[in-house]
């Protein structure tokens, strides 16, 4: 069974521009999470998409948007991007219901560089 | 101050010992999972612990959860250096995502 597939590993922008990430969940996982771990900060929570729809964010400027697709890929879209946002962003899937009784299934992430 | 506090921050241990890492919350905890994180990669699921007093084992990673003390530990028996890297608690606040705890980093020598 194929894991959690976020693409591309490597994304290098420079300020003001606008980056793509991109997320397939693990096949029968319609839930996509968002992550963002930037130095020093830790994981902090981005986005819940669930059955194609956004079902939570976390504390994150609007310029961080996503969409999940009918196959229940998701993109991550930054727009306006600023040197903060270096960080490793990782995607993880599970099955419907949530966290709270089921663990999650990460990524590899994508390592955004912003010069 | 941060939800989930793990201790220590960091581990630096010679191979075939043992060593335990904390995970404490400052709220109560319904459920926990531990993961491990090599440098710069994703996330690997180890274990999800949803009941007060549960205990799990893989191979020779034990975690436990303590509810009435809102704590969870992870224990390493006879460390090998494939057991380096960073492990992070993970705690459900309510369905739709984990709040994490701020990671142990583990090193593990000859």
């Known amino acids: 069974e194929a894991g959690v597939t976020q693409s591309p590993t490597h994304l290098i922008k420079t300020r003001g521009q606008q980056a793509t990430l991109r997320c397939s969940p693990i096949?029968?996982?319609?839930?996509v999470y968002w992550y963002q771990q930037a130095l020093g900060l830790g994981l902090q929570f981005l986005l819940w998409?669930?059955?194609?729809?956004?079902?939570n964010r976390g504390n994150f400027p609007p310029r961080f948007s996503g969409r999940q697709f009918p196959n229940y890929s998701s993109e991550l879209n930054v727009n306006a991007l600023e040197l903060e946002d270096s960080a490793l962003y990782l995607c993880a899937s599970t099955k419907r219901g949530g966290v709270s009784n089921q663990p999650q299934h990460f990524g590899d992430g994508t390592r955004l560089s912003i010069l | 101050s941060q939800e989930l506090e793990q201790s220590p921050q960091s581990l630096i241990v010679q191979e075939g010992k043992n060593l335990t890492i904390n995970c404490t919350s400052s709220?109560?905890?319904?459920?926990l999972y531990w993961y491990k994180q090599k440098y710069g990669e994703g996330l690997i699921f180890l274990m999800m612990l949803q009941k007060g007093g549960e205990e799990k084992s893989h191979e020779k990673i034990t975690a436990k959860l303590d509810e009435k003390k809102q704590q969870s530990s992870l224990h390493i028996t006879a460390s090998q250096p494939s057991h380096a890297g960073i492990y992070l608690c993970g705690a459900a606040r309510n369905t739709d995502k984990l709040i994490f705890g701020t990671g142990t980093r583990l090193q593990v020598f000859p």
């Open positions: 998409y669930d059955e194609g729809e956004e079902r």
């Open positions: 096949s029968g996982h319609t839930s």
């Open positions: 709220k109560t905890l319904y459920g």
